[in-house]
C-alpha cells in the first residue's frame, strides 16, 4: 500500500484512477490544481505523485521542476503527450518513469510498485566506489578523487546504474529500459549524448578512455582505471559518440 498522490486536472480521469488504485490498496490523494498540490507535497510529500502534464495556472513540465527542488519523493508523468522529446525532457527534468495514456490501472500500478521498489533500494543502498569514483544514491551525488562532480539528474542516473554493475558490459537497450524506464529501444543518439557529456565530465573521451569503455556493437561498462594508464583530458568538444 502506498499514499499516492494523483494530480489531474479532468475530474472522470481522477476518480476512475482513484478507484482503481484504491482497489488494488493504495491510499489516493487526489488534486486537481497544480498549486495546492504544490503546497501540500511541500509539507507532506506523498510515497509516489502521478502527474498530468495538461494543466491550468502551470504546466505539468514546470509543476516537475518545483517538486524536484522540494524532495526527491518519485514521480511518475501520465501524460497523453507521446513524442518521444517530451518524454525525455521530463525524465531528464526529474520524472522517475513516463506512462502515456490511455493506459490500464494494472500498468499504472506495475509502474507505481516499481519505482517504490527502486526507492525503497536506494536508501539503504551504500556508496558506490568505483577506483576514485564514488556514487551516493542515498544524497544524489557523485565524486572523482574527492571532486564533487556537477551531474544533472539523467547523467547521474546513468553513472549510478553503470556503477552498480562495474566491470559488466551494460547494452544500450538496458540504459533505455532501465534508466529512462521505456519498453524496447529508443534512439542510440539521446544515450551517446548523454555518455558524451558524462565522459566530458569525468574528464576523459570515447577515445582515451579511463572509467567509460565501450565496448563496439555491445555496450558500454565501468571500470576502476589502471594506476598507470592513460592521464585524464581536461576538457572535449561535445560530440553524440558512444
Same mark, same amino acid.
Given at each position: 500500500?502506498?499514499?499516492?498522490?494523483?494530480?489531474?486536472?479532468?475530474?472522470?480521469?481522477?476518480?476512475?484512477?482513484?478507484?482503481?488504485?484504491?482497489?488494488?490498496?493504495?491510499?489516493?490523494?487526489?488534486?486537481?490544481?497544480?498549486?495546492?498540490?504544490?503546497?501540500?507535497?511541500?509539507?507532506?510529500?506523498?510515497?509516489?505523485?502521478?502527474?498530468?502534464?495538461?494543466?491550468?495556472?502551470?504546466?505539468?513540465?514546470?509543476?516537475?521542476?518545483?517538486?524536484?527542488?522540494?524532495?526527491?519523493?518519485?514521480?511518475?508523468?501520465?501524460?497523453?503527450?507521446?513524442?518521444?522529446?517530451?518524454?525525455?525532457?521530463?525524465?531528464?527534468?526529474?520524472?522517475?518513469?513516463?506512462?502515456?495514456?490511455?493506459?490500464?490501472?494494472?500498468?499504472?500500478?506495475?509502474?507505481? $510498485?516499481?519505482? &517504490?521498489?527502486? %526507492? *525503497?533500494?536506494?536508501?539503504?543502498?551504500?556508496?558506490? !566506489?568505483? /577506483?576514485?569514483? #564514488?556514487?551516493?544514491?542515498?544524497?544524489?551525488?557523485?565524486?572523482?578523487?574527492?571532486?564533487?562532480?556537477?551531474?544533472?539528474?539523467?547523467?547521474?542516473?546513468?553513472?549510478?546504474?553503470?556503477?552498480?554493475?562495474?566491470?559488466?558490459?551494460?547494452?544500450?537497450?538496458?540504459?533505455?529500459?532501465?534508466?529512462?524506464?521505456?519498453?524496447?529501444?529508443?534512439?542510440?543518439?539521446?544515450?551517446?549524448?548523454?555518455?558524451?557529456?558524462? $565522459?566530458?565530465? &569525468?574528464?576523459? %573521451? *570515447?577515445?582515451?578512455?579511463?572509467?567509460?569503455?565501450? !565496448?563496439? /556493437?555491445?555496450? #558500454?561498462?565501468?571500470?576502476?582505471?589502471?594506476?598507470?594508464?592513460?592521464?585524464?583530458?581536461?576538457?572535449?568538444?561535445?560530440?553524440?559518440?558512444?
Amino acid at each position: 500500500m502506498a499514499l499516492v498522490a494523483l494530480i489531474e486536472d479532468d475530474p472522470h480521469i481522477q476518480r476512475a484512477l482513484a478507484r482503481a488504485l484504491e482497489h488494488r490498496g493504495h491510499v489516493v490523494q487526489g488534486f486537481l490544481r497544480p498549486m495546492p498540490a504544490l503546497a501540500e507535497l511541500t509539507a507532506r510529500p506523498a510515497d509516489v505523485v502521478i502527474l498530468d502534464l495538461a494543466l491550468p495556472d502551470i504546466d505539468g513540465m514546470e509543476l516537475l521542476k518545483m517538486l524536484r527542488a522540494v524532495h526527491d519523493t518519485p514521480v511518475i508523468v501520465a501524460s497523453a503527450r507521446d513524442g518521444e522529446g517530451g518524454i525525455v525532457e521530463a525524465l531528464d527534468a526529474g520524472a522517475d518513469d513516463y506512462v502515456v495514456k490511455p493506459f490500464s490501472a494494472e500498468q499504472l500500478d506495475a509502474r507505481i $510498485r516499481a519505482v &517504490l521498489r527502486r %526507492s *525503497s533500494m536506494v536508501r539503504g543502498a551504500p556508496p558506490l !566506489v568505483v /577506483g576514485g569514483l #564514488v556514487v551516493d544514491c542515498r544524497s544524489r551525488q557523485a565524486t572523482l578523487d574527492g571532486r564533487t562532480l556537477d551531474l544533472n539528474r539523467k547523467e547521474f542516473d546513468i553513472l549510478a546504474y553503470l556503477a552498480s554493475r562495474q566491470d559488466e558490459v551494460v547494452s544500450k537497450r538496458d540504459l533505455w529500459r532501465d534508466v529512462w524506464h521505456e519498453v524496447g529501444r529508443g534512439t542510440d543518439k539521446t544515450i551517446d549524448v548523454h555518455l558524451s557529456w558524462l $565522459r566530458r565530465k &569525468l574528464g576523459e %573521451s *570515447s577515445s582515451a578512455p579511463r572509467y567509460l569503455h565501450t !565496448v563496439r /556493437g555491445v555496450g #558500454v561498462r565501468v571500470v576502476a582505471p589502471d594506476p598507470g594508464g592513460l592521464v585524464p583530458v581536461e576538457a572535449e568538444p561535445i560530440s553524440p559518440e558512444s
